[in-house]
Every structure is written in structure tokens, then in C-alpha cells.
């Protein structure tokens, strides 16, 4: 159990000092020392850390009897609290990441002086390309060819990908074309987070797109069988304009043949 708290990110006399709490309904700090093998001052430091991260509680009692060396002061009494406080940092820290990492990732791309494009061949390169954007920040915005999507990277990989977002709640605004579509089939959807438009039925998409904060994938269809993903602000902002032109003039989830998808 001590190593599974330094995994999830005490150190270890802290983790140390936490299972000696949990296993005493309360003690001195100084008791806790003994009982976790380390210094006295060590432990008020590690008592004081715990504290702030809300994983024990310190109560100022009475003087400390039992002590010799405590001259009549208070003592303090330490007592573990609930470990679910673990989970709960860990949201919390995963919540505040979330927020910060794109913002990280656009001063990355700033910092470069050109744009980096990678070339990923085949089936397999399509699906890395496809599963990478389930860490790009919502929404996603997305020019998706249906058909050539359940050619490749296939249905399974698609229903995995959708269960991701999902997952993520990772919203897609997504245009489709009627030539490229199929009936029935991922309509408008908050369970899914999908919000589908129809583009005028002369438009149509032989490739897809799924384009980020700071990068855009492309997947072509099995024909060419390749994804491109590339990482440049400019490309991917003027990608997102031409998205959201597309999308003010596209039809609310119905082709425009009046199939409903």
C-alpha cells in the first residue's frame, strides 16, 4: 500500500506518515513519528503538508501529558480523513490541466518557426491520426465523408472513436455531404455529443477533417489511403473560418434530398 501512495504522488515518508494516521483513530504528531520511522521535525513539516492538501485534520487539544519533552503546551492531535480526498485532488488537478494544456500547446506552436506536418500511411496511420484528436479540446470541428469513413479506419474503429468522445465529452460539430452519407446514421445526438449539418447536395467530400485548437487531421478515403496531420495556428485558424462558413449556410440534419440521416 505504501507504494501505491508514492505512485499516486506522496512522497514516502508522507506516505508513511498518512498510513500511520490511518491506522490510529487519532495520535500526536509525535506519536506518528515513532510509528512511521522518522524525525520529529520531519513530521510536523510532513503533518503541516498533509494538511494543506486536506488529507488529515490537526486539532489543538490540551497539554500534552504524555510527553516529557512538551513543558505544559498544547498538543496536537492528528487524524487521517477520508482517502476519497485522493480521487478528489486528482480530479480537480486533471480539471485545471485540462483548461491550461491547450493554452500550453498554443504557445508551443508559437514558438515554432514553421508548421510540422506528419505523413501517416494506411489503414493504421488513418486510425492513429482519428484517435489522436480525442485529446484536442472541445469542440472538435469536423468535415467527415461517412462512407469512406466505414471503409476506413471501419465501423469498429468508428463506434470505439464515438465512445471516446463520449467518454470525454467531447462535443463534434460535424458537415456532411448527401452523396457521401448513409441512412440513419450519426444524426444530431447530445447523448453523443454530435451536432450534425447537411452541406448543398453539389458539394461533395471525399476526404475528411477534424480540426483542433492547433492542429487538423486529414483523412483521405481508402483509394489513397493516408492521414495527414498537421500543427500550424494559421492553417488550422483559417480551416476553422471556412468551417464555420460552411456551417452558417448547411442544413439543420437533413440532406438536403430530405433524407434524414
Excluded: C
Excluded at 483523412?219 to 476553422?240: G, T
Excluded at 439543420?252 to 430530405?258: L, Q, V
Aim: no cysteine.
Amino acid at each position: 500500500m505504501w507504494a501505491e501512495l508514492v505512485e499516486a504522488g506522496l512522497e514516502p515518508k508522507e506516505a508513511r506518515f498518512y498510513l500511520s494516521a490511518l491506522n490510529m483513530d487519532s495520535a500526536t504528531i509525535a506519536q506518528l513519528a515513532e510509528a512511521s520511522r522518522i524525525s520529529r521535525t520531519n513530521a510536523y513539516d510532513i503533518a503541516k503538508r498533509l494538511a494543506q492538501r486536506g488529507l488529515i485534520s490537526l486539532i489543538e487539544g490540551g497539554s500534552h501529558r504524555d510527553d516529557p519533552n512538551a513543558s505544559g503546551r498544547p498538543r496536537t492531535i492528528v487524524r487521517a480523513e477520508d482517502p476519497q480526498r485522493l480521487l478528489d485532488e486528482w480530479s480537480q488537478r486533471r480539471r485545471v490541466l485540462e483548461s491550461v494544456v491547450p493554452q500550453l500547446r498554443a504557445f508551443h506552436a508559437k514558438a515554432g518557426t514553421a508548421p510540422r506536418v506528419r505523413y501517416l500511411e494506411g489503414a493504421s496511420g488513418i486510425r492513429t491520426a482519428l484517435f489522436e484528436t480525442l485529446d484536442w479540446p472541445s469542440p472538435l470541428r469536423g468535415v467527415l465523408s461517412m462512407r469512406d469513413l466505414l471503409s476506413v479506419p471501419g465501423v469498429e474503429a468508428m463506434e470505439e472513436y464515438i465512445a471516446g468522445r463520449r467518454e470525454r465529452q467531447l462535443w463534434l460539430h460535424v458537415l456532411r455531404s448527401p452523396e457521401k452519407d448513409l441512412p440513419g446514421g450519426w444524426p444530431s445526438s447530445v447523448e453523443d455529443y454530435r451536432r450534425t449539418r447537411y452541406v448543398p447536395a453539389e458539394y461533395v467530400f471525399t476526404m475528411s477533417t477534424i480540426i483542433g485548437d492547433v492542429s487538423a487531421a486529414m483523412i483521405s478515403s481508402r483509394r489513397e489511403n493516408f492521414a495527414l496531420v498537421v500543427e500550424s495556428l494559421e492553417y488550422v485558424e483559417m480551416q476553422r473560418n471556412l468551417h464555420e462558413v460552411l456551417w452558417a449556410v448547411a442544413a439543420h440534419d437533413t440532406a438536403p434530398s430530405g433524407r434524414t440521416a
